[in-house]
Structure formats: C-alpha cells, structure tokens
C-alpha cells in the first residue's frame, strides 16, 4: 500500500473518531435527570434517531468506499465464448475454455451459437469461438438459426477482437469449412483477429495446444498444462468381440464389450459418444523399431518405448543421438476414433458396433483394425466418455421417428433401450442395410420390441437383395410421406445416425420434400430433428 493512500485512511479514520466523540456530546446533553431514569422527551427521541440513522449512513459509505479501494480496477468485462457443436466436442471445449479462463481471473460467457445475435457480438469487446464442420461444410444443426439471421447480416463490429478454433477431420471433405466462413464473415464486418484461425484435425494435440496458448494470454497468466482442455483417457479392458453379419457382402461387423480396468462402470445417457484411442498393429511397431535399431523395451517414465509407439504416429526420421526419453516427449499421439455408444449404463456395459473398414491397399483402418483385428479381450483400450446433448432422447410422451443405416443402428438401438426403459411408446424406425439374410442387426430385440407394441412401425431397406431394385431408407420416407406428415404434426421428434456420405443428404432431401424446406429447418431450430452422423 502506498503512503499517501495509507496517510488518506488515517485521516479518515480520525474524523470518524471525531464525528463519533461529537455525536456522543451532544446526546449526553440530552439526558436533564438521572443517567437511567430519566424519561426522553419527543424531540429528544427525533434526535437521537437522526443520530442514529446519519450513523449508518456514514458507515455504509466508508464501508462502499474501501470496497472499491480493494477491489482496485473495475471489474474485467467478460469473454463470450460461442461453440457450434454436432457431438458434443466443440461445446466441451468451449466450456473448458471458460473454465480456464475463470480460473486466471479472467470472467467468460459461454453461449451456443444460436444465442449469439448482431446486437450481442457488437456490445461484446472479445469473443472466443469454437464451432465444428458437419455434412457437406455445414454448420452443425443447432447453429441454423445463426446462419439464416445473423450470419446473412453485416453488422459493425470494428469494437470486437475474436478468435477462432475450428473443429473437422481431414478424412472428410470441406475440412473446417464452417469455422473458415465465420473467420471471412467476422473480417467482413471489421472485427480484428486476436490470432490466426487455429483449425484442429480430429482433436490433434497440437493444435489445442495453440489454443491453450491464446487462453492464457487472454488469462494474463502462463500456458495451462496439458490437462487443461486435452481429453483425458481412461483405461477400459476389451471383454468380448462378437461378428454379427458373417457372409455380409458389405464389411465385417463386430459387437464390442467393454469395461472399466480400474473403476466402477461410469454413468452415461442414450446419444452419447465412446471416444477411443486406437493403436498401431503390433507389427507394425517391431518393424519400425527394427528398422531404427531401438529396443522397444527401453523404460520410459512408467511405460516401455514400445507402448509409448503403439499410441503415437510413428516418426519418419530419428535422430542418430536421440534418448528413448527424448524420443517420447517428442511423440504425438494418434487421433481419437469416434463411436455412438450402443447400451445404457443398467446393461453393465459399454457396448459398441465397430465395421472392419479396409483400405484399397488391403490395409485395415486405424480405429477399426484396433478394434476389430489387433486387440484382444482382455487388451487395455484407452476410452472416454464425450456428453453429447445434442443427440439425448426426446421427452417420453413425445413421438420419435429413428432413421439410420450400417453401424447407425447402434445410436438408434441406444435410444429406444432409453425410452422403452422411460415408458415411451410410440416409435418408428427406418433401417437400411444391403442384404436381409446377414445385416438385420438387432433383429431379435427389434422385432421383440414391434410385438411388445413399444415399437409401432419398423420399415427395412436393403440394397442388395436379389432380384430387387436397391432400396434405401430415403425411399421409405418418400413412400410415406402422409404417414410422415402425420408424426410430424403429432409432435414427433426425428433422430438419423448412421453414414455421412450417401445418407444424410439424400434423407434431408427426402424430408424436406415432405415435409417442405421451411418446416424442416424449423423442427432443426426446435430440436426436433437431430443428426449424429458420421
């Protein structure tokens, strides 16, 4: 504390002293009899109360006073922070942002992007945004409304600094394309960037480190540690891998079984995704290490070389002098897979519907070859649990229309276990594969749900049925679009998941000429239509 400043509270100390020592003279002098006794006259009552009450009235403004003096500085103004999210990951780091941002002193506002108007980006000084891609470079479905109004405006925002991470995956087309058209919309309307766009591949820790960098420099404080939005993994045991359409002409499809290595089974709901980190087959690994001359059972920290390399992309050059230890701090960890969780928490497992995706090589894919070839029960698998609000079930009382295909019918099997165990009743389901002998997956729970009465209508399409014109879900719904219409004016809510090319759009499509574009996007804006797909 400064001099002057504690020569100022000195002297207001002594006035208050003074004033206290006057007030109290002249009240003594208010008492003509016996210090007890003596009974006050009326204005001698009005005195003292107007004594008492300019009493209080000083205490409260020295009071107000010295609050100011520590707290300092007004307040900081608080940090918008927008996410756009189709599964859950981008609104995750958004709040994780916040978090972060609370916890250096630094206030923060996280908002869904459909909350975030042309009024409330022009009052706000900075805003943080962390949006995802979906569909053909779409915004995800919640952030329609976004799109339509204020997206299509042109608003002053000279006043606002701004950042942007974008979330995509490179294995699709249009990569970032939705957070690349706010960052040109965000320049257009003359808000300055507070660094370039930092676009994130399938959560690649880099990136996110760029971001954790920015967050701290907004925070006024050194970069967070690696656990500050970095996913953290858990360790879960594969416990059983079962194939499900042997002689499918399509790829092979296995059920999974998993549970916690260490812990109780977590808690999740229907809709919710299994993030895993998939590893390199074991050969693949000996061969590298053979060929860098390594041993892969070198001891670093609490895991061999060998383990640290399975997890990790496997460096194209070493160096000559390089330390296992040196060699695992520089690793970089392979991209998580994502994977619609198939049962509910009262099943005692977790159980997912992974399809062995080969490449043209003969390769099997990264996640799918973990899954499905190279590990085996009893393996560790590195696995989280991602909320995915988006996706959760409907009210019970309200209608629910599931549309999907392939290996979709996990997140759609997931619904309907949720609202039969609810009470719900009233379900339709859309379900495309290629051939009815190999590929009905669930049949037997699904047709035991139809004769239950909880499922009220079931319509199969399969596209490579003998001696029949292929025949995809897009065409159910065409065929009946009166019954459609009917759901949808009962309050049904529809739910598609499965594949992201080839279905999505043609059941947007198909939808929308039902139903008509505008109702479409309205149920889109009303949650009534929602999409985990893939």
């Known amino acids: 504390m400064s001099g002057a400043r504690r020569g100022r509270e000195r002297a207001g100390t002594a006035a208050v002293a003074l004033l206290l020592a006057a007030l109290a003279a002249g009240l003594l002098r208010l008492h003509d009899g016996d210090w007890w006794t003596a009974p006050p006259l ?47 990951f981008a609104r995750e780091l958004a709040e994780r942002s916040a978090t972060a941002l609370a916890a250096a002193g630094q206030p923060a506002q996280v908002l869904p992007l459909e909350r975030v108007d042309a009024a409330r980006l022009a009052a706000s000084s900075q805003a943080l945004f962390v949006v995802s891609t979906t569909g053909e470079g779409d915004a995800p479905d919640h952030a329609q409304r976004f ?91 594969l416990h059983e891998r079962v194939l499900l359409d042997a002689g499918s002409a399509g790829g092979a499809v296995y059920r999974l079984r998993l549970q916690p290595a260490d812990a109780p089974l977590p808690a999740w709901q229907a809709g919710d995704i299994a993030e895993v980190v998939p590893c390199h087959a074991p050969a693949s690994v000996r061969a590298w290490l053979q060929a860098q001359g390594l041993d892969g059972e070198a001891v670093v920290g609490d895991r061999t070389l060998r383990d640290a390399l399975s997890a990790s992309r496997l460096p194209e050059t070493v160096p000559a002098d390089a330390t296992p230890a040196a060699l695992v701090d520089a690793l970089v960890p392979l991209p998580h ?27 099997p894919g990264l996640g799918s070859g973990w899954l499905c070839e190279h590990a085996q029960p009893g393996d560790p698998i590195a ?58 997956l669930y049949a037997d729970e ?89």
Request: glycine fraction near 10%.
């Open 337 to 363: 897979r994502e994977y619609s969780i198939a049962s509910l928490p009262a099943e005692h497992h977790l159980a997912l519907l992974v399809r062995r995706q080969v490449g043209a090589d003969g390769v």
């Open 147 to 237: 799109v339509h109004t204020t997206l299509a405006q042109a608003p002053a925002l000279a006043g606002l600094r701004y950042a942007v991470l974008a979330l995509g995956d490179r294995g699709y087309g249009h990569f970032c394309a939705f957070g690349q058209r706010l960052d040109r919309w965000l320049q257009q309307c003359g808000a300055r960037a507070l660094a370039d766009r930092i676009e994130v591949d399938n959560a690649d820790p880099g990136a996110l480190g760029e971001w954790q960098r920015l967050l701290a420099g907004l925070g006024g404080v050194a970069a967070p540690g690696r656990d500050g939005i970095q996913p953290r993994y858990e360790r879960w045991r």
């Open 383 to 440: 696995l989280r649990i991602r909320s995915n609000p988006g996706f959760h079930p409907p009210p019970a009382q309200r209608p629910m229309i599931l549309i999907g295909n392939g290996t979709g019918i996990a997140g759609l099997r997931a619904q309907l276990a949720a609202r039969v165990a609810a009470g719900a009743r009233r379900h339709w389901l859309i379900f495309g594969e290629r051939n009815a002998a190999h590929d009905r």
């Open 42 to 88: 009326p204005w001698q009552w009005r005195v003292a109360g107007l004594s008492v009450a300019l009493y209080l009235m000083a205490c409260a403004a020295l009071g107000l006073r010295g609050r100011r003096l520590r707290r300092g500085a007004a307040p900081r103004s608080a940090v918008l922070v927008a996410w756009a999210s189709q599964t859950g």
């Open 446 to 534: 699904l047709d035991a749900w139809q004769r239950a009465g909880v499922l009220e209508r079931l319509d199969l399409a399969f596209s490579r049925e003998a001696g029949a014109r292929h025949r995809y879900v897009q065409h159910v719904l065409r065929d009946a679009h009166d019954a459609l219409r009917a759901w949808v004016h009962d309050g049904a809510a529809i739910y598609v998941c499965g594949s992201l090319r080839g279905m999505t759009p043609a059941v947007d499509q198909a939808l929308s000429e039902a139903l008509g574009a505008e109702l479409t996007r309205s149920l889109q804006s009303q949650g009534r239509y929602r999409r985990d797909v893939y």
